[in-house]
Structures are given as C-alpha cells and as structure tokens.
C-alpha cells in the first residue's frame, strides 16, 4: 500500500502494520490509522504518520530512555480495550515536540500513547501524576556556549 507523507515523500507500507486508534490522539479524533515509520537513520525518534492524512505526523520516543523511572497509568480498561493480556505487552510511546533548539525540544509524558503492536490497537491515556507534564524536557543540559 502506498501512502504520501509530508516529511518523507510517497512511501510503500505493509498496510498489516497499521496502528488504529478507534478514539483518535487528543486533537486529531478523526484520524484513526497511523503507520510508525524511521525518523531518522540510528535515531531513538520514530514517526507516527498518519494514513489518511499527509501533513499529520507525531514524532515519537520511548519515554524511558530519558526519564528512567516513567511509567504509564495503563488501567485494566486500556489493557482489555487493546486486546493485551498484560501491560507488559503494551509499548509506551511519548510525543515530542522539536522547535529550532533541539535543545529545548520535550516530550508529552502527561498524555503517552499505548500500542499493542499485535491486535494493532492504540490509544492515548491520560496520566494524572503531577510529576508528569505535557512539556517535559528531553536533553536535561543544554551545554554551555564554547570560548572562541
């Protein structure tokens, strides 16, 4: 199946390999098919582009690589609702948001993303720790200017 990307162009799918999310992501409840695509070559960041929709993209990372001791507020609803047996067969995903300064870019852990990479269902959930934000930052350290 091909499909027309805004960031990379006309790209062929395996369309077995698409992710729905009958309730839509938060903003977006019309667009239900997504495929997670490479961002870039050797990069923790993936793109989640939309089906049915060019211009829709999320880029996406796996929140743990950057805040260790994340977790999700899966409930048993969720798991059911994605046809897991388990949390354990869940990905959890969050969106990033990259302005100019990559280093300045954050990742929404308040609303993380939940896949079932087998069923092919997804869905957004919502954490209501006050420990989680929908703007935190990824690289913890901007370095300082260099001397010249």
Do not use: W
């Not at 048993?76 to 948001?97: F, G, H, M, R, Y």
């Not at 993303?113 to 990824?138: E, F, M, R, W």
């Amino acid at each position: 199946m091909k499909i027309v990307s805004g960031r990379l162009g006309e790209i062929e799918i395996d369309a077995a390999k698409i992710i729905t999310f009958p309730d839509g992501i938060i903003g977006f409840p019309e667009y239900l098919r997504y495929i997670e695509l490479e961002f870039m070559e050797n990069s923790p960041l993936r793109l989640l582009q939309a089906v049915d929709a060019p211009d829709l993209g999320f880029i996406l990372i796996d929140p743990v690589l950057f805040h260790p001791g994340y977790t999700a507020a899966v409930t048993q609803d969720d798991i059911k609702s994605l046809n897991a047996d388990s949390p354990e067969q869940l990905l959890v995903c969050a969106i990033v948001t990259i302005p100019d300064d990559p280093y300045e870019m954050t990742a929404n852990l308040q609303g993380p993303l939940v896949i079932n990479p087998v069923s092919g269902l997804a869905k957004q959930i919502i954490n209501h720790d006050q420990a989680y934000t929908t703007k935190h930052k990824i690289i913890a350290n901007k370095p300082a200017p260099s001397a010249k």
